[in-house]
């Protein structure tokens, strides 16, 4: 079974810092990667995804993520947050194994600060 | 945007009640599912369906079922709620393996 591990619960940080999510997942076999962002009071929404190709993706709102399938790994990534970046950030991964539904890490509560 | 539908968004109920979730996608997805959100969990999924007359069981499922009788249309009902219920219900399609589009959820609060 697959399962999803964001490293990172509660982070605050201040406008114009980096900021990096840690996600980890373990299945073996070929997964697709996903980035989903849930803004207060909003819907889900897809950030980025994964699925093959150039393992560094981009998504909107300046968001990148690195694929690293060696580390079972899918990092997301932005230089510069904003006070309009404070969300709910969650990894998800899916397979044809679980009939592509969506396995979710914990997330991550994103603060930015002004 | 995703035009993904769910009603009610929030919804209060005795202990015993027969209650319906429902979710109404005009997209033409093949694929709809069903999670469970706890605040500050992570999202379970319930239920999924690849297509009409098609429902498959999630982590959650037990206490619920679901239909899928039309392609746009993917009722979840709880025949008997239980304070446990308590959580939000999320719906989503998605076409085949690629990005699911979520709806605005329901609120369940069962007393």
């Known amino acids: 079974a697959q399962s999803v591990s964001q490293h990172n619960h509660h982070v605050i940080l201040s406008e114009a810092a980096s900021l990096e999510l840690g996600c980890n997942y373990s299945?073996?076999?070929?997964?697709?990667l996903f980035w989903y962002v849930q803004y207060p009071g909003q819907h889900l929404q897809l950030l980025l995804k994964y699925f093959s190709g150039d393992p560094l993706v981009k998504g909107i709102k300046g968001f990148e993520a690195e694929f690293i399938k060696s580390k079972f790994s899918f990092n997301l990534r932005k230089p510069s947050v904003q006070w309009s970046d404070t969300a709910e950030y969650f990894c998800?991964?899916?397979?044809?194994?679980?009939?592509?539904?969506?396995?979710f890490g914990k997330g991550t509560s994103l603060l930015v600060t002004p | 945007e995703a035009d993904i539908y769910q009603t009610p968004r929030y919804l209060v109920i005795g202990t015993g009640k027969k209650i319906t979730l429902e979710c109404s996608q005009t997209m033409g997805h093949d694929k709809m599912y069903w999670y469970q959100q706890d605040p500050g969990m992570e999202l379970h999924l319930i239920h999924y369906?690849?297509?009409?007359?098609?429902?498959e069981k999630g982590d959650l499922s037990s206490e619920s079922t679901v239909s899928r009788i039309r392609t746009e249309h993917f009722p979840l009902t709880l025949e008997s709620a239980r304070p446990s219920h308590t959580s939000q219900y999320l719906c989503a399609s998605s076409e085949g393996a690629d990005t699911q589009y979520f709806g605005p959820g329901t609120r369940l609060t069962v007393l």
């Open positions: 369906s690849y297509g009409v007359n098609s429902t």
């Open positions: 998800a991964v899916n397979s044809s194994n679980s009939g592509y539904a969506l396995n």
């Open positions: 299945y073996g076999g070929t997964v697709n």
